[in-house]
């Protein structure tokens, strides 16, 4: 086992052949400036020091495991001011093998309670660990066409979440969009976000409902404004012309915060 998931101050090399099994079974991390790549290992070997994976029900945290979900995980704040302080609201991440159930309690407006069971691939808790099932994590390997990712899905819940509850909008830096303050900033956010939300979710009840064609993407993006952030962010990072193609508006937005211009 790498010493990584020791919690060691030092920080030990990862192992090339190890990297680049984890480039040949992503090829979406692969994809990138040779740059890129050199942080994106960095940060992987920072992320793998200080945070601790867990085993759920006897599932074993091989360098395998740990690997994959650490460069993932460190992909959409690669270029982002602050890198991995944006994940220092938590140190566990918890795996299963598979898919989990779990019993949701909800309280709708006439104060009526309802309980029923959810099938997650994963889970990010606010200042909590992040759950993922491993199954879902391999299968990212071969799902970039449809934008799906399940680690950067959580993990862009994380980063929504720094500013509170997620709301598909995440704490933007000074001067974002040449705006004055941070409330402007968020308007022109949420008027790029909102509309591209209201659409999708339009197309997926149009295809649900009516059998018309379905959105390329995740339906559960169309569940609320903070989950189609989260989805977009995985085909941001996994299929970017196809996310090119169908939104524009929200790709500008998103390479204006994800991939800042340097001074």
């Not at 680690?151 to 997620?166: L, T, Y």
Request: hydrophobic share 45%; proline share 6%.
């Amino acid at each position: 086992m790498f010493k990584w998931l020791r919690r060691l101050r030092a920080l030990p090399p990862i192992p090339d052949a190890a990297w680049q099994a984890v480039l040949t079974r992503y090829a979406f991390l692969a994809d990138r400036p040779a740059a890129d790549l050199q942080r994106l290992r960095a940060l992987t070997a920072e992320f793998l020091r200080d945070k601790e994976f867990h085993g759920a029900r006897n599932f074993s945290i091989t360098n395998e495991v740990a690997l994959a979900i650490a460069a993932q995980a460190v992909l959409p704040v690669l270029h982002l001011e602050g890198g991995l302080a944006w994940y220092d609201d938590f140190v566990g991440i918890v795996v299963h093998r598979s898919e989990v159930v779990a019993r949701r309690k909800v309280v709708d407006d006439a104060q009526v309670v309802h309980e029923y069971n959810e099938v997650v691939a994963g889970e990010a808790m606010d200042r909590g660990p992040v759950m993922l099932s491993w199954d879902d994590v391999l299968a990212s390997s071969i799902t970039s066409d449809r934008g799906y990712n399940v680690v950067i899905h959580e993990f862009a819940h994380k980063i929504d979440m720094r500013n509170g509850d997620a709301n598909g909008c995440p704490p933007l830096p000074a001067g974002f969009a040449g705006k004055r303050n941070a409330r402007e900033a968020r308007a022109a956010w949420m008027a790029v976000m909102k509309p591209a939300y209201e659409d999708f979710r339009e197309k997926t009840i149009l295809a649900e409902r009516f059998g018309a064609e379905p959105p390329w993407l995740d339906a559960y993006g169309a569940t609320s404004i903070s989950e189609f952030f989260a989805v977009a962010c995985e085909a941001y990072f996994v299929n970017r012309p196809n996310f090119s193609r169908d939104f524009p508006e929200v790709l500008a937005i998103f390479d204006e915060f994800f991939l800042p211009k340097r001074p």
